[in-house]
């Protein structure tokens, strides 16, 4: 199970998350059944960021006895095969949209859950792509890519221009968010070279892209000046975006039609409107529409899981079998050594109630010894005696050690 999880190679389609998924929720299933200091397997995983064979593969590895460490490293693949299946959707078809969308939104999740956790998980240092910095860097990267796909499905669905023009310049500010951890110095060199150009060019489109849709907000409303201005800025905004290595095509796109655009406002307000073209610092900010949120990580991540040790009694089961036992334990010679105490009272009452042993004291050697008092003697000595008697009271630690 473990190796068709983690060393197959995947087809970029959310029924290949489906393997993957069994194995981690095995893997969960077994965490909770197995103290961590009996386990004797060791689980090897490479660095996600060094080249190699296998989803990610690499040189640099770490290798632990400890199935949390398992769990977080198949968390981490879970994530990553996400992303990619998310990216390799067609986002011209609703589908195509929706999934990208929700598996953005899970891979997210899962980069935030593993940076939240991973230090009191594996307790020593990790590989680079376990670090905190790093986790914090792809689920900002993953954020703001689920909040690009809100954008295109309201492109898609023909949304009003105000909204997308709002959906985008979110869209701009995660990418912000997403360029600043990626540039942390102690993760900037993980990146492949491509990585933080295409980054910083999609900040720059996105923003160019909210004025674009504000300025076409503008024009429905007889804005023209805005319009301009705001078209201006957007062709600026969009042409530093082109110049990033692994620009989009969008962006050329929105350029041109972007250009057309300004010279039809600016020859419809010079022989129109006449309206003066405001400082664009001065306009009314264009305001922010997040529809994204981090997954959190469901209980099960497979929709046919089966547990192969589901005979096997969870651990919290075993601990609360084993506490309710000590409880009733406890609860049985407490109330043994109750009922030894009250048959103590009630035997040292009657004695005192008899004035003994002070009576037998009195008894002077020339008087006659009543027969009952006689057959009682008679009766100890039979049983034997004195030494009888010293035996069984040796032997109470002994029992009460064998009850408890």
Not at 67 to 90: H, P
Not at 107 to 126: P, R, V, W
Not at 306 to 311: A, G, I, Q, S, Y
Request: charged share 20%; aromatic share 8%.
């Amino acid at each position: 199970l473990r190796n068709n999880a983690v060393l197959k190679s995947y087809e970029q389609f959310e029924g290949s998350l489906e393997i993957i998924y069994t194995y981690y929720d095995q893997v969960v299933a077994l965490e909770n059944k197995i103290p961590q200091n009996e386990l004797h397997i060791s689980f090897k995983w490479k660095d996600a960021f060094n080249r190699g064979s296998g989803i990610f593969g690499g040189r640099n590895s770490l290798t632990i006895s400890n199935l949390g460490f398992e769990r977080v490293c198949v968390l981490f693949n879970i994530a990553a095969l996400q992303s990619s299946i998310a990216s390799a959707q067609d986002i011209n078809n609703d589908e195509g949209l929706k999934l990208a969308a929700k598996l953005f939104q899970q891979s997210a999740g899962i980069f935030n859950h593993l940076k939240d956790c991973i230090m009191s998980t594996l307790q020593q240092e990790s590989t680079p792509d376990l670090n905190p910095e790093t986790l914090l860097a792809l689920s900002s990267l993953m954020f703001a890519q689920a909040q690009e796909i809100f954008v295109h499905k309201a492109i898609h669905d023909n949304r009003k221009e105000a909204v997308i023009a709002k959906l985008a310049n979110q869209t701009g500010k995660l990418y912000i968010d997403a360029l600043k951890h990626m540039h942390n110095r102690s993760v900037q060199h993980l990146w492949d070279k491509i990585w933080l150009p295409v980054v910083e060019s999609k900040q720059s489109m996105f923003f160019g892209m909210a004025d674009f849709y504000q300025s076409r907000h503008c024009h429905s409303n007889k804005f023209i000046g805005e319009e301009i201005a705001r078209l201006k800025n957007s062709l600026e905004i969009l042409k530093t975006a082109q110049l990033c290595e692994g620009s989009s095509n969008m962006i050329s796109n929105l350029i041109d039609i972007g250009h057309k655009h300004l010279v039809e406002a600016i020859k419809d307000n010079d022989f129109i409107y006449h309206e003066k073209i405001p400082d664009y610092k001065s306009l009314e900010s264009i305001g922010c529409a997040a529809l994204v949120k981090l997954l959190p990580i469901p209980p099960k991540f497979s929709n046919n899981f089966h547990d192969l040790f589901e005979n096997l009694i969870p651990l919290s089961a075993y601990q609360s079998l084993i506490t309710v036992y000590d409880n009733l334990k406890i609860e049985f010679i407490n109330s043994e050594v109750a009922k030894l105490h009250d048959a103590t009272n009630l035997i040292n009452s009657v004695l005192a109630f008899l004035n003994f042993p002070a009576a037998l004291d009195e008894v002077s050697t020339n008087q006659v010894l009543s027969e009952s008092l006689v057959k009682k003697f008679k009766d100890i000595r039979d049983f034997g005696g004195i030494s009888a008697i010293d035996n069984m009271l040796r032997e109470l630690p002994k029992l009460l050690m064998r009850n408890v």
